[in-house]
């Protein structure tokens, strides 16, 4: 395995235990390296990207390490939205990588995740108003994102059943599970903030959050998953 990969598991391993565990201090130690980590694989390793989308993809990672340092404390409402803003930049960086390789939205794709941002939107608005806004505007780039990733251009190889590429050793068909686990995790969080009461819940309910989070980032951040795919000339 490559070192800073292991890395960011080692790191990974540390703030699921921070948080599962209640000790923050913890959390402090790791989770600021997460995205650092990631981005020295992809300097170190992606040497085969374009400079435009090396760049772009580093400044991803660091945009999601300033959303990692504000969410440190999840239950500061200020520092939700700010974290979501700055996870909007990032989700926004991702997309247009996935854009640039071809990546398309496509609406056996989108309706389903429509949907579910409809509901999301509709519980924020209910349940927790004050925030309901920002995160629903953060749902829109988190959707497109995770509509291109799914795209089967991005991994012509790939079976795509559902509307999701099927996991192969083409790391770019591992993108669309990477931007469902992504959305499972921002998902979570929502529910986290809504309906998580006692001190035990909202720690188990922000391990699994985290754990979905590093899984997440693991699989999209790798710089072969954003190799140009080729594309056969019919004969």
Known sequence: MRPFRAGFLAAAAVTVYGAVTGREKAQWLAKPLLMPLLA?????????????????????????????????????????IAGASSFAVMQAGYATLWWRMGGRPAAGVAVPRVIAWLGAAGLLRRKA????????????????????????ALAPSAKNIAGLNIPSVDPRSRLGLGALLFTVSDGLIVLRRLFARGRRARRVTEGVILATYAAAQYLLADPNAHVQPLITAPE
């Open 40 to 80: 020295a694989d992809v300097a170190t390793e992606g040497k085969q990207l374009p400079s435009t989308e090396r760049t772009v993809l580093i400044g991803s990672l660091g945009a999601a390490t300033v959303g990692d340092i504000l969410l440190i404390d999840p239950d500061d409402d200020r520092r939700l």
């Open 129 to 152: 108003p004050t925030v309901a806004a920002p995160l629903t505007a953060y749902g829109v780039t988190l959707g497109a994102a995770a509509v291109l990733a799914s795209d089967p």
